[in-house]
C-alpha cells in the first residue's frame, strides 16, 4: 500500500511492520529498531547480509541521550550544522540498542533525516527506526516511492510517499570511534563542509572503525554478485571506449556534455549547467533509466573529486565491479 497517511505508518511500526520513508537522501525500509523481530524482517526482505549493520533515524539528540548513547562534543557540533541533514554518526552503542541493529559490534550508526513528513513521524515515535536503503541488497537505492514499489512493493506493509528525493545520494557516514573522525562513506555531506566545522577528517578509516559493509562491494567476491545495474557499467573517460561498441550499443552518464559520434537518444546528461549537487540528485534515477535502453554498456564519466562530486564517484565506481 502506498500513501502520506503518517498515522497508518505509525500503526504499522508499532505492530513491528516495515514501512519504507521518504528522507532527503534516499528511501529507508523501517522498522523498530527496538524490536528485534521486527528488524530481522528488513534483513530478510532486503536479502541483506546479516553482518552488515543498519543506521537508526530519530528525529532529536534528545532522544539518542535517553536512549543510553553519549554524543561526542565534535558530533554535537557537527548535528549543530548538519542535523537534520544528510549526515550519519557511528558512536559506542548502547545497552539499549539491539545487538540485530549494529550486527554484533560495539558501534551503533544514528541519523537525523531531514524530510518533513518522515520528522513529524519520527517526532510521534518513542523508539529510533532501523532503517536501509529501501532496495534490495546490491542495487541502487531508490529515489522515489515509485523505484520502492518496483522492486520491494509486495514486502512493504505500507510506503510513506514523500516525493522524489532531494539529495539523491546516501548521507555521509562519520566514525568518532578514532580520532581525528573518519569518513567511512561519502555521501550528501561533503568533506569540506564537515572539515569547516570540526577541522580536519580522515577519509581512509582504521582498524577501530571496522570496516563498513557495502551493498556494492569494491572488490570482487565479497558478496557473490554485483547488481547494481544489469548492463556492464564502465566509469572513466567514455572516449576511450567507443571503438569497443558499434555507436548505436553504447548508453552514457554524462556530467554535461552530449557526445556526438553517439545518437543522443542513449546519453542521460545529470546537471546541464554543471551544479554536482544536482547530478548527485539525479544520479540513481539515470542508472535505472538507462538500465532500460537497448544497450550493451554503460559507460560514465568520472566527475570532478569534490563535493558531492566524490560521492557520485564512489557510486559509479562501485557499480562499475566486474561480475565475480
Ligand atoms: O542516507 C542514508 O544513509 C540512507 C537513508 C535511508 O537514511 N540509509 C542507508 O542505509 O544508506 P544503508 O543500510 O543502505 O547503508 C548504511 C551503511 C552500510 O554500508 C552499513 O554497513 C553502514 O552504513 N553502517 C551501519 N551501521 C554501522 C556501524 N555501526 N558501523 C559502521 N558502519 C555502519
Ligand atoms: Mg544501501
Known sequence: MVGTDIQVAIQYLQQGELVAIPTETVYGLAANAFNADAVTKIYKAKNRPSFNPL??????????????????????KLAAHFSPGPLTYVIPKSERIPDIVTAGTDAVAVRIPQHQLTLQLLEQLDFPVAAPSANPSGFVSPTNAWHVSEQMGDKIAYILNGGSCEVGVESTIISFLESPPAILRHGGTSIEAIEAVIGKVTDKPGEASGRIVTDNPV???????????????????????????????????????????????NQVVLSHSRNLDEAAQNLFAAMRTIDTYDIDVILAEKFPDQGLGRAINDRLKRASVPEA
Not at 55 to 76: C, F, Q, V, Y
Not at 225 to 254: C, S, V
Open 55 to 76: 543506521i537508526i533515524h530519530t528525529n532529536s539528540l534528545e532522544k539518542l541521550k535517553g536512549w543510553g548513547l553519549s554524543l561526542p562534543e565534535d558530533m554535537l
Open 219 to 265: 572488490a570482487p567476491g565479497q558478496l557473490a554478485r554485483h547488481y547494481a545495474t544489469k548492463h556492464q557499467l564502465i566509469h572513466g573517460d567514455p572516449k576511450k571506449y567507443f571503438n569497443y561498441f558499434p555507436p548505436e550499443r553504447i548508453g552514457i552518464i554524462a556530467f554535461s556534455a552530449i557526445y556526438g559520434e553517439l545518437p543522443a537518444r
